[in-house]
């Protein structure tokens, strides 16, 4: 058995699902466990919001309600039987500094206070002095999204922030070299390992930020216009942290807003090491059904340490998405399009969908054993 350690999410619970089943299930894997991190919808969602100042919003939504009570039950619950910590991940506020402040003051420190919480993960490096400062006994981690690429980086957030919990860019899970860089200052490194963004995306800072200022979506993804492209994302198949336990000190899955079953799945795939699982199931992105059929056994090793840099000269991605994925494409077109007709075919429906907001073209995405966009004509 492996001496792992998992960062695990609270994920989302059905009407039938409990905090208790969720509790039961994962006290059988104690061990191997670091934290469990929870986005408290109140909590997570009114420094979005500039009409509300830093006073909780007033949760209207039904689904919102029952996941913040059930959130709350298990922060209750869990305390002193598992590390828990909850997620402050926006980068940009609509806050001017003193606001933030009083937000921190008044509604982050007396939460932390009441529910006993363990940790904080942190993207602002204001919110995070403030609140080390208020309580330096609280344990904090760095976002991915904070962008923390260098160790002199690392070093500043320690210094002012007291942090020794580190998550790199998404990035870096496929960047061995980079991960040894930053495990060398003696901090540990926690990275998330499946979700799909797209290896070297220029867009992926504008999407934090532009989620963190309007709480919307920055257009979407553009990997998930080429089928191919899952295999330049940044998620890693579980044979993979073979080749990352001397770097990797906390694994941590994504998985808030899936039911159980799924994170569970989710789960064992990456704690079992299962090499024949179905990785459009485990790896999240906005349309992760598209990429169903992909096993963890079709990926070869050399994708874990691609830069994709000869992408032009290679093509290795775009053979593999042709072969392996010939069965559902056909399932969902009308014919089998080339590599080149395919990315065509998807530039135009976006630029259809985003652009013009026209109804000739319609992509959806099916939930099921494959899926794939298809072509709806109007």
Request: proline share 5%; hydrophobic share 35%; net charge neutral.
């Amino acid at each position: 058995m492996h001496n792992r350690k998992f960062s695990i999410p609270f994920p989302l619970l059905n009407e039938n699902e409990t905090v208790d089943e969720y509790l039961a299930y994962i006290a059988k894997y104690k061990e191997h466990i670091d934290d469990i991190f929870l986005g408290v919808p109140f909590l997570g969602n009114n420094y979005h919001n500039p009409n509300a100042r830093y006073f909780p919003i007033d949760v209207r939504s039904r689904a919102l309600g029952k996941h913040t009570s059930e959130c709350l039950e298990l922060l209750e619950k869990s305390r002193g039987l598992f590390k828990r910590i909850i997620t402050m991940n926006a980068g940009v506020y609509n806050y001017s500094f003193p606001g933030l402040i009083e937000y921190v003051d008044y509604v982050l420190v007396p939460f932390v206070d009441q529910y006993a919480v363990d940790g904080v993960i942190c993207t602002d490096f204001n919110m995070a002095c403030r609140l080390h400062e208020l309580r330096p006994e609280l344990e904090l981690h760095t976002s991915c999204n904070c962008f923390i690429e260098t160790p002199r980086e690392m070093e500043m957030w320690h210094e002012y922030a007291g942090i020794s919990v580190f998550n790199p860019p998404r990035d870096f899970i496929r960047r061995p070299e980079k991960l040894r860089e930053m495990r060398e200052t003696g901090y540990k490194l926690k990275y998330l390992v499946n979700e799909s963004c797209l290896f070297g995306c220029p867009q992926n800072k504008n999407h934090v930020m532009a989620w963190a200022v309007d709480n919307c979506e920055f257009m979407a993804q553009c990997h998930h216009n080429v089928t191919s492209n899952f295999f330049r994302g940044v998620s890693i198949v579980p044979r993979w942290m073979k080749q990352l336990d001397p770097y990797v000190d906390i694994y941590k899955i994504s998985g808030r807003r899936v039911p159980l079953k799924i994170f569970k799945e989710v789960f064992e795939a990456y704690f079992y090491e299962k090499d024949d699982v179905n990785m459009g199931k485990i790896t999240f992105g906005i349309r992760p059904g598209i990429y169903m059929g992909f096993l963890a056994n079709e990926f070869p090793d050399k994708l874990l340490s691609c830069e994709c840099k000869e992408c032009n000269q290679c093509f290795l991605c775009d053979r593999i998405a042709r072969n392996s994925h010939k069965a559902s494409r056909k399932l969902f077109f009308k014919k089998d399009y080339s590599e080149q007709d395919y990315r065509r075919l998807m530039h135009k429906i976006g630029y259809e969908l985003f652009m013009q907001n026209s109804q000739k073209y319609i992509a959806e995405c099916y939930d099921n054993e494959y899926g794939e966009f298809f072509e709806v004509l109007g």
